[in-house]
T-cell receptor, first 114, second 114 residues
Framework: GDSVTQMEGPVTLSEEAFLTINCTYT??????LFWYVQYPGEGLQLLLK?????DKGSNKGFEATYRKETTSFHLEKGSVQVSDSAVYFC?????????????FGKGTHLIIQP | EPEVTQTPSHQVTQMGQEVILRCVPI?????FYWYRQILGQKVEFLVS????????KSEIFDDQFSVERPDGSNFTLKIRSTKLEDSAMYFC????????????FGDGTRLSIL
């Protein structure tokens, strides 16, 4: 079945550092890919998405490119802020249509220190 | 911006009791979902609901679970006879249209089984 693997956390960085959170996936066909963020005490919020190969999703300074050849969707940000501290989830949904559920990675806890 | 709302935020129940978790999806959305996240583990898909019936369900969604959309706004998850291992955060999500569109999540209900 489909699966998502993302780097284990916690990841601790200083403010203004460059961020990469790795995400790779296994799926048949052409899934759509998502990054969700969960701030403390809150639900999952969509951060960005990409629905086909070579698409780049971006939002709030975060970017991720859908790489079909490496089955990856790594999350990057050039300069992180303390307010970016949260848990980040990579997820996919299959290309089969219908009401498929999302397949999530385990989440990466990001801690940004001032 | 419209939101998915879930009640209660925290539910404590004795083992063996029935529990109903409630969700109000975004009003013009057509697909509805339940997920759960056991503490420290990944978010797992339980069930999807479309056109007033279950569309997909995972292996977790056994006979103890049921979903219902009793009126035009609410979407409920019932666990008939709770077990200790049902303790988790339960997230409701909704989606407007096809798979490429993102699912919007509520803040979750923390279910604690004693």
């Amino acid at each position: 079945g489909d699966s998502v693997t993302q780097m284990e956390g916690p990841v601790t960085l200083s403010e203004e550092a460059f961020l990469t959170i790795n995400c790779t996936y296994t799926a048949t066909g052409y899934p759509s890919l998502f990054w969700y963020v969960q701030y403390p005490g809150e639900g999952l919020q969509l951060l960005l998405k990409a629905t086909k190969a070579d698409d780049k999703g971006s939002n709030k300074g975060f970017e991720a490119t859908y790489r079909k050849e490496t089955t990856s969707f790594h999350l990057e940000k050039g300069s992180v802020q303390v307010s970016d501290s949260a848990v980040y989830f990579c997820a996919l949904i299959g290309s089969g249509g219908g009401a498929d559920g999302l397949t999530f990675g385990k989440g990466t806890h990001l801690i940004i220190q001032p | 911006e419209p939101e998915v709302t879930q009640t209660p935020s925290h539910q404590v129940t004795q083992m063996g009791q029935e529990v109903i978790l409630r969700c109000v999806p975004i009003s013009n959305h057509l697909y509805f979902y339940w997920y759960r996240q056991i503490l420290g583990q990944k978010v797992e898909f339980l069930v999807s609901f479309y056109n007033n019936e279950i569309s997909e369900k995972s292996e977790i969604f056994d006979d103890q679970f049921s979903v219902e959309r009793p009126d035009g706004s609410n979407f409920t998850l019932k666990i008939r006879s709770t077990k200790l291992e049902d303790s988790a955060m339960y997230f409701c999500a909704s989606r407007r249209g096809g798979n490429m569109q993102p699912q919007h999540f509520g803040d979750g209900t923390r279910l604690s089984i004693l």
